[in-house]
């Protein structure tokens, strides 16, 4: 990560700015895989993954596929998972507004009362690292809201299957309904419904430029969405009482999302900057996606500012 010190503020939108990304066949792609799924449902499915992912898939996760996850789960993940979901569960409960009545002037009472989502479609990428801490914080907000239904769609891996903890996750969370599809003609699916997919109310969860732009395009026809996910990103403030592997790890943890990625770090001393600077080139060295993240942190900085006031 490169270290930038005590920058002008002229300069600090630039510093800031993230690396932009422009692919003007990106729509009429997504927009081709919309409308097969639209017309031909399961079959364009089907089809779609033998163009791109060069397999043939079951579209549905079976009951019982489900119920074995568990057993290729190490006991520390599902306790890890069990502890998150507690947490997360708490949280969210405490945040569930209440019906509120007021009566605006006598005999005129104004009612605004929170009803769930029936039915609530959530995608949760693939790649090289099972997301399932993306399924709790997707699930359990719309179990606590209290959605009638919960379907979840993601990606096979290359072995054609699930990662088994995101089965897990899923299956410790209630969902009963989860699909073997990823990329925009997941988001297709969830939205127009197939002959396997029932059709959702709204749409939640990140992924790449397909799934986002999938999702905005369907936003504006047939489906609500929670928002358009960019890609992983933080900025972290630090002071020098902070504990410099702790800041590393903390920025290597959204780095490794992907190599478009991007963190920041503002600190107040060049010796703290070189610190974590040298912490992360110390666990970078252990990381399985090493790659992704080396990349990532090549468009990514630590800044080094007069005050915690000019940080903020």
């Given at each position: 990560m490169e270290i930038t010190l005590y920058p002008p503020k002229s300069l600090w939108p630039s510093l800031c700015r993230r690396p932009l990304r422009d692919d003007p066949?990106?729509?009429?792609?997504?927009?081709?895989?919309?409308s097969r799924v639209r017309e031909d449902g399961d079959a364009a499915l089907r089809q779609l993954s033998m163009e791109i992912d060069r397999r043939e898939v079951e579209i549905a996760v079976s009951e019982a596929e489900l119920e074995a996850a568990e057993a290729k789960v190490s006991a520390d993940v599902r306790e890890a998972i069990q502890k998150a979901a507690a947490n997360i569960r708490?949280?969210?409960?405490?945040?569930?507004?209440?019906e509120i009545c007021v009566e605006t002037i006598p005999g005129v009472t104004c009612t605004q009362r929170p009803v769930p989502i029936r039915r609530a479609g959530l995608y949760i990428p693939g790649g090289t690292a099972p997301l399932f801490s993306t399924v709790l914080m997707l699930a359990i907000p719309a179990s606590v809201a209290g959605c009638q239904e919960v379907i979840l769609c993601s990606p096979a891996g290359q072995n054609g299957e699930i990662a088994a903890e995101v089965l897990y996750a899923a299956r410790f969370c209630g969902i009963r309904r989860v699909f073997r599809v990823g990329g925009a003609q997941a988001i297709a699916a969830m939205a127009y419904g197939t002959a396997t997919i029932p059709r959702v109310d709204k749409i939640f969860g990140p992924g790449n430029r397909y799934v986002t732009t999938a999702k905005q395009l369907l936003s504006m026809q047939t489906v609500a969405i929670d928002m358009?996910?960019?890609?992983?990103?933080?900025?972290?403030?630090?002071?020098?009482?902070?504990?410099p592997a702790f800041v590393a790890a903390?920025?290597?943890?959204?780095?490794?999302?992907?190599a478009d990625s991007q963190v920041?770090?503002?600190?107040?001393?060049?010796?703290?900057?070189?610190?974590v600077q040298e912490e992360v080139g110390k666990q970078l060295k252990a990381l399985s996606r090493a790659n992704f993240t080396q990349e990532a942190l090549t468009h990514s900085r630590i800044i080094?500012?007069?005050s915690l006031d000019d940080a903020i």
């Open positions: 066949l990106l729509r009429a792609r997504v927009e081709d895989i919309l708490a949280f969210h409960q405490a945040q569930l507004p209440r358009p996910a960019g890609p992983s990103e933080v900025m972290i403030v630090a002071d020098d009482t902070a504990i903390d920025l290597l943890s959204q780095a490794e999302h992907g920041m770090l503002l600190c107040l001393s060049e010796a703290f900057a070189q610190r080094v500012l007069e």
